[in-house]
């Protein structure tokens, strides 16, 4: 972007504009995701084969022991497991072998781990796709083996012994696996949008963060910053003072939130309600937490990612037991696996395809694998006799009336008695009034929705504009959706990310949505900004939004 | 030489988990070992990643071969892990 002004180096050096995803305030000091380790470009001349080859061996000792070491302290579910794999091959023999051959060749150690590593890959990718994710593993233990060796910091998401906010290119799913909230305050990325992994990870920890804050790549290492989630922007050359200060006043306004209690409704007594995202069964707890009414969407990836194979009903049922006994009898809808696109599955049988987001992903995933899902309403039956919770079931991107029936029925027939619909794809919410015939409820999943009414790619922070909740096209197919909801007698939610913004959730009842749900950090300002408008307001509101304008 | 054939018994194959625990069984072993799949060429059991190149599915036959002072009984002891589904939810 130009601009007219004149530069003002000393201002502008002091704040860094993003998309703030996820509100709150924190300050403390940079730590950066360390980048892969860069290889020297020319070979030195001097080689001592012995040494070398003992290098090589030590850091790929220490790989594994500081991998086996994360595996035996790691919380987060199935972490231990990839862990211990990715240290299984650092401390594979033939590897070994493969990096003193090329040592033998004179090559340098971490350019003969380099090597090594390079002919297995090849390998390993020759195999086709059941191997590829193993792949991730070698390429990790490759990058912390030649980071050890060159004396580069080590990739991946840093350790540090105080709090830190975490800047980065962007974050991935497996990156998750090492991130620990207790030391991570806050998240700025350089790329990633508002629906972006980076963004939902945020909110499900209630983290301020920023994405797509393109001038984030200039923040150093410990340089102190302040975090500003609500407003995308970063704030740097600040004083320790002004760090503990900006901490302490946001501490105090999250003790104010934390008094917000009771069940949803408007200043006229319209009741909706608030209802958690939650992506494991830990986050059942919040719910109690920040009082709301339940689950509207637990996603049950996480319980699948990083596994070479799907998990068995035993291990799903004890999951699932824990989280609706965490419900203390309220109400959790759990949306069945939703893979493909950005989140493949090696057991899934998923070749490569070229456009994965219009592929086999969500519900069509069953079509080539109908036992995953099988098992997993089997495992959700059998959980729910097990508790008082009011367990419903939903498919991710169902897209016909044909489709809801299948679902449905099948879950009614697994003895699950309450089955709907994900409205994430343009034809269902056209055709939300045949899916009822089928469907029990609705809940639409503004993310998708976005993405596939606008053709606008969620993780493309280019393109952050036209993936606005606030887009009237989306809020039309929204309508559609409660409408028919309203004819049928049944229930429309809301579950995607623009269910958390207090101004938009006045206009989604206004439209007749019936329910709202949202990481659990954003229920009391949700809570608080429908306490402030009638039901009639709330209608206004959505007139105004679907005519293009929105208030300022 | 002694020598033992194994059908793979779990559902996805000397993959994964299933070829991470044989790994660790063979790792607990007093001598060395070699797997084939088929007349293939032998490779060194401890070898995570060559145990995966194999790319042994359910219903394959592997061959294990050891060499030494309690050969039969390590054999043994591994081609239990081979057999067994790992998968099975029962």
Redesign the interface.
């Known amino acids: 972007m130009t601009t007219v002004d004149g530069p003002q180096p000393a201002l502008a050096a002091q704040t860094l504009q993003g998309i703030g995803v996820c509100p709150g305030v924190a300050a403390g000091p940079v730590a950066l995701m360390g980048p892969r380790p860069q290889l020297p470009a020319g070979l030195p001349d001097v080689v001592d084969g012995e040494a070398d080859a003992e290098a090589a061996m030590a850091a790929l000792i220490l790989t594994a022991e500081d991998l086996e070491r994360r595996a035996a302290a790691t919380a987060i579910p199935g972490a231990a497991?990839v862990l211990?794999?990715t240290a299984?091959?650092a401390r594979?023999?033939?590897?070994e072998e493969a990096i003193r051959s090329a040592i033998a060749d004179s090559v340098p150690p971490a350019c003969a781990v380099d090597r090594a590593v390079e002919g297995?890959r090849t390998?390993?990718l020759d195999?086709g796709g059941?191997?590829a994710e193993?792949v991730n593993d070698?390429d990790d233990v490759r990058d912390r083996t030649v980071a050890r060796l060159l004396g580069q910091p080590m990739p991946g998401v840093p350790e540090r012994d105080a709090p830190f906010v975490l800047v980065a290119d962007d974050l991935a799913p497996a990156d998750t696996v090492s991130l620990d909230p207790e030391r991570v305050i806050a998240l700025v990325t350089v790329r990633g949008g508002p629906t972006s992994h980076t963004a939902i990870l945020a909110r499900s920890l209630g983290l301020p963060a920023i994405v797509a804050c393109s001038e984030a790549g200039s923040l150093r290492e410990g340089e102190l910053i302040e975090v500003d989630g609500g407003a995308g922007r970063v704030r740097r050359g600040i004083t320790p003072d002004e760090a503990s200060d900006a901490n302490r006043r946001e501490g105090l306004r999250r003790a104010a939130r934390a008094a917000s209690r009771g069940p949803g409704r408007t200043a006229d007594g319209h009741p909706v309600a608030l209802l958690c995202n939650i992506g494991s069964a830990a986050g059942a707890a919040e719910v109690a937490v920040v009082d709301a009414e339940g689950v509207g969407l637990f996603r049950t990836e996480f319980l699948y990612l990083d596994?070479?194979?799907?998990p068995?009903?035993?291990e799903q049922v004890a999951l699932y037991t824990a989280a609706f006994e965490a419900m203390g009898g309220r109400k959790i809808v759990v949306r069945t696996l939703d893979a493909g696109a950005d989140k493949p599955l090696?057991?899934l049988d998923q070749e490569g395809e070229p456009n994965p987001a219009l592929g086999m992903r969500g519900l069509r995933t069953s079509r080539r694998s109908p036992h995953v899902l099988a098992?997993q309403l089997a495992a959700l039956a059998a959980a729910q006799q097990a508790t008082d919770a009011v367990v419903w079931v939903m498919a991710p991107m169902v897209a016909t009336a044909a489709e809801a029936k299948e679902f449905t029925d099948l879950a009614h027939q697994h003895g699950l008695p309450i089955a709907g619909a994900m409205v994430e794809i343009p034809a269902a919410a056209l055709r939300a009034g045949d899916l009822l015939q089928h469907a029990d409820f609705l809940s639409i999943g503004t993310n998708d929705l976005a993405q596939y009414t606008l053709a606008a790619d969620r993780m493309a922070g280019e393109l952050a504009d036209l993936l606005d909740p606030w887009q009237p096209a989306l809020l039309d197919l929204v309508r559609m959706t409660a409408e028919a909801g309203l004819a049928a007698g049944k229930s429309v939610g809301v579950c995607g990310e623009a269910a958390a913004s207090p101004a938009l959730a006045p206009v989604l009842v206004g439209l007749g949505v019936t329910s709202l749900s949202m990481a659990a950090s954003a229920v009391a300002d949700v809570r608080d900004a429908l306490a402030a408008v009638t039901l009639a307001e709330c209608r206004e509101l959505a007139a105004e939004a679907l005519a293009g304008r929105r208030p300022t | 030489m002694a020598l033992r054939e194994v059908v793979v018994g779990s559902r996805v194959g000397l993959h994964a988990r299933p070829a991470a625990l044989f790994v660790k069984a063979v790792a607990e072993q007093p001598v060395k070992m070699t797997i084939r799949k088929g007349d293939g060429a032998p490779v060194d059991a401890r070898s995570i990643l060559r145990v995966l190149a194999l790319g042994a599915k359910n219903g394959d036959t592997v061959v294990l071969e050891a060499d030494g002072d309690g050969a039969d009984e390590a054999l043994e002891a591994v081609a239990r892990v081979v057999a067994e589904d790992h998968d099975d939810p029962a």
Do not use: K
Not at chain 1, 307 to 310: E, N, T
């Open positions: 497991e211990e794999a299984m091959i594979d023999p033939s590897l297995f390998m390993l195999l059941y191997m193993r070698l596994r070479q194979d799907a068995s009903v035993d090696p057991f098992d």
